[in-house]
């Protein structure tokens, strides 16, 4: 089955600062890539999400990149706030050609992420 | 529009008990999903419907775990009897399908099984 790893495990930066999170997956067949965002105590919330027929995408502050060659993925958090502290998920799924999911998230281990004022 | 319910929100229970939780996903939403979370892990699937149908209980431990979602809608989960090692958060998502791949978590459940 898929296995996902992900680094690192806590990640401390200063506020506006850049952070990285960086994921590699090991089915080639897995297509889809959402980040999730965990607050204490809270859901997991989707942040971003690519999918393998796309290299780089970008929502204001963050971004993540694809490489499908060497199976690995990453989140890039520019310019930093103190309320992006919290535990950042990657993922990988497969989605058939019809369209349809085969649904299941195979999670990394999660990466605490701290910006300090 | 809401967003997936789950409840009860907290539970403790003593080892061997059993215990329910319950979830109601996203309106249209045709699957379902129930993932466990360690605590300091990230979560692991146990279960996913299409509609009432089970396309994935790989990892459902089914000596004591089971799972219904009998009109398509709502499901429920639960886990006779408990082990210490069921403590976590069990979560409960939900997605549109049909070319839609977003999954959506509800709050979970937070068990404690002393």
């Known amino acids: 089955g898929e296995n996902v790893e992900q680094h690192p495990s806590t990640l401390s930066v200063q506020e506006g600062d850049s952070a990285v999170i960086k994921c590699t997956y090991s089915d080639s067949a897995s297509n889809y890539f959402p980040w999730y965002k965990q607050e204490l105590g809270k859901r997991p919330q989707l942040i971003i999400d690519?999918?393998?027929?796309?290299g780089e995408k970008k929502d204001q502050r963050i971004a993540v990149t694809l490489n499908k060659t060497a199976k690995h993925f990453s989140l890039h958090i520019t310019e930093t706030q103190p309320e992006d502290s919290a535990v950042y998920f990657c993922a990988a799924s497969k989605v058939r050609a019809g369209g349809t999911s085969y649904g299941k998230l195979t999670f990394g281990q999660g990466t605490i992420l701290t910006v300090h004022p | 529009e809401a967003g997936v319910a789950q409840s009860p929100r907290y539970k403790i229970i003593e080892k061997r008990q059993s215990v329910a939780f319950w979830c109601n996903p996203i309106s249209g939403h045709a699957t379902l999903y129930w993932y466990q979370q360690i605590l300091g892990q990230g979560p692991k699937l146990l279960i996913q419907f299409q509609n009432n149908g089970v396309v994935d209980d790989s990892q459902l431990p089914k000596d004591r775990f089971s799972a219904e979602r009998l009109k398509g809608v709502d499901s429920t989960l639960k886990i006779q009897p408990a082990k210490l090692e069921d403590s976590a958060v069990y979560l409960c998502a939900s997605s549109f399908d049909r070319g839609r791949y977003e999954q959506y978590f509800g709050p979970g459940t937070r068990l404690t099984v002393t």
């Open positions: 690519i999918r393998s027929n796309v």
